[in-house]
């Protein structure tokens, strides 16, 4: 019963809340959002445990779509949500709270997550993290949705196009991944003592965990986003920046724990990995299906989700980042000078904006802190450039199949 206690322990996180929007209990915006972003977090482990153990009962095909889709329900959920209204409400700040959280989420992933995972591991071995040569194949999608994002704010819209093309990359990657030998998941903690049930209580158990999760999340996404967006507005934080950075981490946050725990205990391909391929599922499904979630909210798709300036901008600094993180894993493993430098640049540009402009414009060019995303996209881009004479054969070797995708 002990190893089940966090099971217990998420479930009890989650009741507060999605009572209170059952029962449509009135509450502060403050309350709202940390009640229900606590119920996000809580269901956001069940899923995560209930992902694990479905890989034991459902086709690898099926379970490296669905099961990839389900782990990131949460963060699908809320900004959905905000696109959902942009449609609703054209001229309101929606579309820029939905481009605020896609770019957060992204962002973090890669800055703060990989980062962790790579100074994890040396601390324990001083050794980089080394991925198996499968990963390559997830290396090499994240690299052509990475340089299919970089033409999104140089045309200067996010169409529906736009989305096909990049869901249309998710679904070749499921198919070429898809090929690859059936493993038994290893399984720790909750999903370990799950796994051990017998085929019809395991899979009850499973589908159970499934649905009262994602009911959670469901009706718990608009109470977690509006209240965001009305505590910045009653504490004076801009709520843009509460969209970009809070919302992410209640979704964000299980995920993170577990690729910290496989790495602890001496699983740091694996521990990569996973964040890797949540990156790819985000960069490509989640931006992906933005302007058609829009377009049927709008009712049509002939005019794309009004962006400005500021949303292209933080587009561009996003797949700006991305395109480092290629680099640096273009040779399969990402050590920890690689690391750090995706941590200060992360750091520099989260920073950034509390930055005053007296400061910024004594720098060349006198940037105003307007343009400090240019300056930072500037940055990413510039590292990738001095790297590419000597990762360029690595970048080319992506393109080979992995001996297990070939099999």
Avoid at 332 to 340: E, F, N, P, T, V
């Amino acid at each position: 019963m002990k190893k089940l206690l966090p099971l217990w322990l998420a479930v009890a996180t989650t009741l507060p809340g999605l009572a209170a929007s059952l029962l449509a209990i009135p509450m502060s915006p403050p309350a709202a959002a940390i009640l229900s972003g606590a119920a996000i977090l809580g269901a956001s482990f069940l899923l995560l445990w209930a992902c694990d153990v479905a890989q034991n009962d459902i086709p690898q095909a099926l379970a490296l779509a669905v099961v990839a889709l389900i782990a990131v329900l949460p963060e699908y959920a809320v900004d959905m949500y905000f696109t959902w209204m942009a449609g609703q409400h054209p001229d309101s700040d929606y579309a820029h709270y939905a481009i605020a959280n896609m770019t957060g989420a992204n962002r973090l992933l890669i800055g703060v997550a990989w980062t962790a995972v790579a100074a994890v591991v040396w601390w324990r071995t001083r050794k980089p993290v080394v991925l198996e040569e499968a990963r390559r194949t997830e290396v090499l999608f994240l690299g052509l949705a990475t340089a299919y994002a970089i033409s999104i704010p140089l045309s200067g819209s996010l169409t529906w196009v736009d989305g096909v093309a990049l869901i249309g990359l998710y679904v070749v990657y499921i198919a070429i991944a898809a090929r690859r030998e059936c493993e038994e998941p290893e399984l720790e903690g909750v999903a370990a003592c799950i796994g051990r049930l017998t085929a019809g209580r395991r899979q009850l158990a499973t589908a159970a965990l499934f649905l009262f999760a994602a009911g959670v999340i469901v009706a718990n996404a608009e109470h977690f986003s509006e209240g965001l967006v009305a505590t910045g507005r009653i504490v004076g934080v801009n709520e843009f920046l509460l969209v970009q950075w809070l919302a992410p981490i209640a979704s964000e946050a299980p995920e993170f724990i577990v690729a910290i725990m496989f790495a602890l205990r001496g699983m740091a391909g694996m521990a990569l990995g996973s964040l890797i391929s949540s990156k790819l599922n985000q960069w490509t499904l989640l931006v992906g299906m933005i302007p058609g979630v829009y377009g049927v909210s709008s009712g049509s798709f002939a005019v794309p989700m009004p962006l400005d300036g500021v949303q292209m901008h933080e587009i561009m600094l996003t797949a700006a980042q991305s395109l480092l993180a290629v680099g640096l894993l273009a040779g399969l493993r990402l050590d920890i000078r690689g690391a750090m430098l995706l941590f200060a640049l992360f750091l520099g540009q989260f920073l950034a904006p509390a930055v005053p402009d007296t400061v910024w414009s004594m720098l060349p060019g006198r940037l105003s802190g307007s343009q400090v995303h240019f300056f930072f996209s500037f940055l990413y881009i510039g590292a990738f450039t001095l790297m590419l004479p000597r990762i360029a054969p690595q970048l080319a070797a992506l393109v080979r199949p992995s001996r297990r995708d070939a099999s």
